[in-house]
């Protein structure tokens, strides 16, 4: 009973800055830990960062010290900053939420999110 709707993707060249938006809608209030992931055209889908509710974050090698993940709990909105992008950023980018019923733990992803990063 998430709903999770992402925005921001767009063509970029190589070098440039990209800001991913995540809105969190429905039963927000049981949103723990929430995640951006990607996938590549023939590639299975990665982690790319993690954001606790405390705002504990994490990130894949590939994208440390380029990629910010933070999160606005008031709005129910994580961002992904994505800076330095190269060509093999490119991909659908995902966003992930755990949810917490009290009686079951379940994840729900958005739509997705087209990143072009031109050489």
């Known amino acids: 009973q998430v709903q999770l709707v992402e925005s921001g993707g767009g063509l970029v060249q190589a070098g440039g800055s990209l800001r991913l938006s995540c809105v969190a809608s429905?039963?927000?209030?049981?949103?723990?830990?929430m995640a951006w992931f990607r996938q590549a055209p023939g590639k299975h889908r990665e982690l790319v960062a993690t954001i606790t509710e405390g705002g504990s974050t994490n990130y894949a090698d590939s994208v440390k010290g380029r990629f910010t993940i933070s999160r606005d709990n008031a709005k129910n909105i994580i961002y992904l900053q994505m800076n330095t992008l190269a060509p093999e950023d490119t991909a659908v980018y995902y966003c992930?939420?755990?949810?917490?019923?009290?009686?079951?733990?379940?994840?729900?992803w958005g739509q997705g999110t087209q990143v072009t990063v031109s050489s």
């Open positions: 429905g039963s927000t209030f049981s949103i723990g830990p």
């Open positions: 992930n939420a755990e949810w917490d019923s009290g009686w079951s733990l379940r994840h729900f």
